[in-house]
């Protein structure tokens, strides 16, 4: 039962993260307007979360692999909860800043660490699945974290909503401590795990896997993230609300297709195959909802589903990388993966808003930039493009069969 609690503690970390890596996607007017910012550098405020997070990846595969996932866990979550605060009560946007950067380098914890419970405690069979539903559990934090936290916003304004947000930490790590154990802890010193870290990084389909899972990833961060809800507005015309509401579908697709294609997986007992399914599903619905001729709301509404649905056949991605590494590199393996996966927020997203800056006009609504949808559409390239390569390296990955190859 111990380590059943202990998975789900980590997923329900991972649930929180994706609160807090979202909620700045339905407080762009508000930050804009009372930091005086455009953009490029809103883009950047909420990236910081991603530079946090995929820069601690790696280090966190290293330290759960020889520490064990039960202390870090519990001072992650903490940390987090804290970095809230800064973000709540800061006057300065460099405040905010820090705040967002911590938020993401203690969130960086909870995926990794549901996967190592459930790598250490569960047969192999079940670990695609155990992903899956912590990922889901992470894509139902971001459904919370959009509509109805714009509705708090739009209620009692966005620091005192983002106070609120900072007990989530402390009770998680309440729980870590007390549900969380570690099973197996490595052993050796720095020379030890940095040779295991050069090991996975030398391993071709590290590589290939890793690049894979970004591709369908920039759709999920990039345009789910932060900018897909002003696109609604302006490009199909969609009040704050519902345009939040439409753009949670994405989260919400990726929450119901990330176990669906870790059963699938299991199933099948192949790894590549399910992601070239999710790709084939992703790509169309994405590339229809952005560059399509004019849609109603419900075509819009189960486009935005479909793209996460297929996106997050990338799910295999983090149980095929264990499966081409040493068993006892795993966490070492899936930080890399997690790295460079969540690594498409801290690049896409900066990346749009500079590019939205290019294309601006100079219109302002209440002291916020305000973008045309053709402006989106042009930014919203380089998602086009990393979808494209994605693919190409999905179809290079070695297919394990779920079973280990290393």
């Given amino acids: ?48 979360y991603f530079y946090g997070y995929a820069g601690m990846q790696i280090p966190v595969g290293l330290m759960i692999d020889r520490f064990g996932p039960r202390r870090l866990l519990t001072v992650a979550a903490t940390i987090c909860g804290a970095s809230c605060l800064l973000v709540a009560w800061s006057p300065t946007l460099e405040g905010v800043a820090l705040g967002r950067f911590l938020i993401g380098a203690s969130a960086a914890f909870s995926l990794v660490g549901a996967f190592a419970v459930a790598g250490q405690w569960f047969p192999p069979t079940q670990f695609a699945m155990l ?55 490595g052993t050796g010193g720095l020379g030890s795990v940095l040779g295991g ?52 579908l994405l989260i919400a697709g990726w929450g119901f297709g990330a176990p669906f294609f870790g059963w699938l997986s299991g199933l099948m007992q192949q790894r590549r195959l399910p992601f070239i399914f999710g ?31 297929g996106g997050a056949g990338q799910i295999v991605c983090f149980a095929t990388v264990r499966e081409v590494n040493p068993p006892l590199l795993s966490g070492t393996a899936i930080g890399v993966v997690n790295a460079f996966v969540t690594g498409t927020g ?44 994605g693919f190409v390296c999905t179809c290079l990955m070695r297919e394990t069969r779920c079973k280990p190859v290393a």
């Fill in 197 to 248: 870290l050069g090991h996975v990084l030398s391993n071709r389909q590290t590589w290939l896997i890793s690049i894979a899972g970004l591709g369908t990833n920039g759709t999920l961060l990039g345009f789910g993230g932060l900018w897909g809800v002003p696109f609604m507005q302006a490009a199909h015309g969609l009040e704050p609300t519902k345009a939040a509401f439409i753009t949670s």
């Fill in 1 to 48: 039962m111990l380590p059943l609690l202990g998975w789900l503690t980590g997923a329900l970390f991972f649930f929180y993260a994706w609160v807090l890596r979202v909620s700045p996607s339905v407080m762009v007017e508000e930050l804009m307007r009372d930091f005086a910012v455009g953009g490029a550098a809103l883009g950047n405020l909420s990236a910081l």
């Fill in 346 to 389: 801290a690049v896409y997203q900066p990346l749009i808003g500079w590019l939205l800056d290019r294309a601006w006009s100079g219109t302002l609504v209440g002291g916020a930039r305000v973008y045309a949808a053709d402006d989106y559409r042009v930014a919203f390239t380089v998602l086009a493009v990393g979808l494209a390569v």
């Fill in 279 to 309: 790709y084939a599903i992703c790509a169309p619905a994405f590339l229809t909802l952005i560059y399509g001729p004019s849609l109603s709301a419900e075509v819009v509404a189960v486009l935005t589903f479909l793209t996460g649905f």
């Fill in 131 to 185: 992903g899956g539903l912590a990922m889901a559990a992470g894509m139902a934090g971001g459904v919370l974290g959009q509509a109805p936290v714009r509705v708090l916003v739009e209620a009692q304004g966005w620091r005192p909503t983002v106070a609120m947000m900072a007990i989530g930490g402390f009770v998680i790590a309440v729980m870590a401590f007390a549900t969380i154990r570690d099973k197996t802890r």
